[in-house]
C-alpha cells in the first residue's frame, strides 16, 4: 500500500474500520485506543465457534493464535531473538520480571520520572517497604539514557525506562547505554517499548540482554488482553509470582524434583488460565495488517507525516501560548506517534473537543492528538482547527 493513498479523502484504509466509522468521526486516540478493523470482530466469532465446537479442546485451535500473536511482537522488535510470554496486561508481566530480581541483596532500582502508571505506581509501592528507587529527570530527553546509565551501580537490581515516553511522545535516544551499564553492574533492565511498537521501529540492537514489555491496546490494533514480555535468549531466572502454565513445559528443569519447576522458553514467565479470545482478534488483525503491507516502517512513515500535519496546522494557529503550546524546535524524527500541545488547561480543552466531536485525551498538561493510519489529511487539519475554537472559549470561573 502507497502512503498517498491514506492521505486523500477517502482514505484507502478506512473502508476495512467501518464498525468504528473512522471516515465519520474525529478520532484522535490514535495513540491510546486505535480502532479495530472488521477483521477483528470475525476473529472474536471464532473464538466463540471453537469454543462451541471443541469445547474444553478448545486450547488447542487456541495455541496457533497465540504463537502468531508472539510472533507479530517479535517482527515489531524487529525480528530479535528471545522468548515471548503473553498476557492480558503488561502489569502482570512486569510483576513476574520485579519478584524474579535479587531485590533483598540488590535492593535498588533506577527509573525516570517519565513513566507510564504501570512502572510509576508499582516502583512507588516497593518504595514504600524500603526499596531505594532512583527516579531520573525525563527531561531534556536527549540526556536521560546517559543520566539513567550513570545512577546504576552494584547494588542495582534493574534498570525500567520507556523507549518513547507516553507523556510528551518524545523517542528517548542512547538507550544502549543503559544496557552497557547494567551489564557492566549485573543488573537487569525492562525497556518499556508500549509507545514505539508499529509506530517507530524498535531495535534491540546493543540491548539483547534487555527484557521489554508491551503491548497491542495502542498502535497494534489488537485491543485489549494483548500484552507481551520479550525475555533475553537463555534466561534462567525463577520468578517468585509464577502461573501454573509454567509447568506445562515438557522440558520444565527437573534436575531438582524438591524445587519449584519453571518451564523453559516463554513458559518460564507465564501465568495461568486466560480468555483467548483476545489472540483469536489480535491474529486476524496482524494478518490483515500483513496483507495490506502496513509494516512497522510504513507505519513509521505514515505517523511521521501525520504528526508533520498535526504541528504544522498547530503552529498556524498562532494561539496564546500561555494556553497551549508546542516546542516547534523539536525535530520530527524525534517525535513517535502523537503530537503533545502543552497546556495548563489540557484536561479542560480534551473535554471541549469531545463535545464537538473531537476525541483526544490529556495527561496532566499534555493534550494528547494522536492519528492513525485511516485518517485523511483532511481530518487531521480539521481537528487541530477544533482546538483553536475551545482555546479561545473564556475560561469558566466557578
Known amino acids: 500500500m502507497k502512503p498517498e493513498s491514506l492521505y486523500a479523502s477517502p482514505n484507502a484504509l478506512a473502508p476495512h474500520y467501518s464498525t468504528f466509522r473512522v471516515s465519520e468521526r474525529l478520532l484522535l486516540t490514535g495513540h491510546s485506543h486505535q480502532a479495530w478493523p472488521d477483521v477483528g470482530f470475525e476473529g472474536q466469532k471464532q473464538a466463540w465457534l471453537d469454543a462451541a465446537e471443541f469445547v474444553d479442546r478448545k486450547w488447542d485451535a487456541a495455541a496457533s493464535r497465540w504463537a502468531r500473536v508472539g510472533e507479530g511482537f517479535r517482527g515489531m522488535m524487529g525480528g530479535c531473538s528471545g522468548d515471548m510470554t503473553l498476557d492480558t496486561n503488561t ?13 533483598k541483596s540488590r535492593p535498588r532500582i533506577v527509573t525516570t520520572d517519565g513513566e507510564f502508571h504501570t ?5 512507588d509501592r516497593l518504595a514504600e517497604e524500603g526499596i531505594e528507587v532512583v527516579k531520573v529527570a ?112 515438557e522440558l520444565a528443569d527437573a534436575k531438582n524434583p524438591g524445587e519449584v519447576r519453571y518451564g523453559t522458553g516463554q513458559m518460564r514467565f507465564a501465568g495461568s488460565t486466560f480468555d483467548p479470545t483476545s489472540q483469536y482478534r489480535g491474529a486476524a488483525v496482524l494478518d490483515f495488517f500483513e496483507e495490506q503491507g502496513l509494516t512497522p516502517e510504513l507505519l513509521r512513515e505514515v505517523s511521521q507525516h501525520q504528526v508533520g500535519v498535526l504541528l504544522d496546522t498547530f503552529l498556524g494557529l498562532d494561539l496564546d501560548p500561555r494556553s497551549a503550546h508546542v516546542d516547534a524546535d523539536i525535530p520530527l524524527l524525534s517525535r513517535a506517534g502523537f503530537l503533545a500541545v502543552r497546556a495548563p488547561g489540557a484536561e479542560r480543552l480534551s473535554e471541549a473537543l469531545r463535545a464537538i466531536g473531537v476525541s483526544t485525551d ?8 494522536g492519528p492513525a493510519p485511516y485518517l485523511t489529511n483532511a481530518q487531521l487539519v480539521e481537528a487541530m482547527q477544533a482546538l483553536e475554537e475551545v482555546a479561545r472559549r473564556p475560561m469558566k470561573v466557578e
Request: hydrophobic letters at 45%; one cysteine or more; aromatic letters at 8%.
Open 119 to 123: 512502572i510509576r505506581r508499582q516502583a
Open 362 to 369: 490529556a495527561r496532566g498538561e499534555m493534550l494528547r492528538f
Open 91 to 103: 502489569h502482570a508481566l512486569l510483576m513476574r520480571f520485579l519478584s524474579a530480581l535479587p531485590l
Open 138 to 249: 525525563s527531561e531534556p530527553v536527549a540526556t536521560v539514557a546517559e543520566r539513567v546509565a550513570t545512577e546504576i551501580d552494584d547494588r542495582t537490581a534493574c534498570a525500567l525506562v520507556s523507549s518513547v515516553f507516553f507523556g510528551t511522545g518524545l523517542i528517548v535516544p542512547g538507550l544502549p547505554l543503559v544496557a552497557a551499564a547494567c551489564a557492566h553492574h549485573g543488573a537487569e533492565m525492562l525497556i518499556d517499548a508500549y509507545h514505539s511498537l508499529n509506530v517507530v521501529p524498535f531495535s534491540l540492537d546493543g540491548m539483547e540482554n534487555a527484557f521489554v514489555v508491551g503491548g497491542g491496546y495502542k498502535y497494534c490494533q489488537l485491543g485489549e488482553g494483548n500484552c507481551v514480555l520479550r525475555v533475553p535468549e537463555g534466561c534462567e531466572m525463577r520468578p517468585i509470582v509464577t502461573g501454573w502454565f509454567s509447568e506445562f513445559s
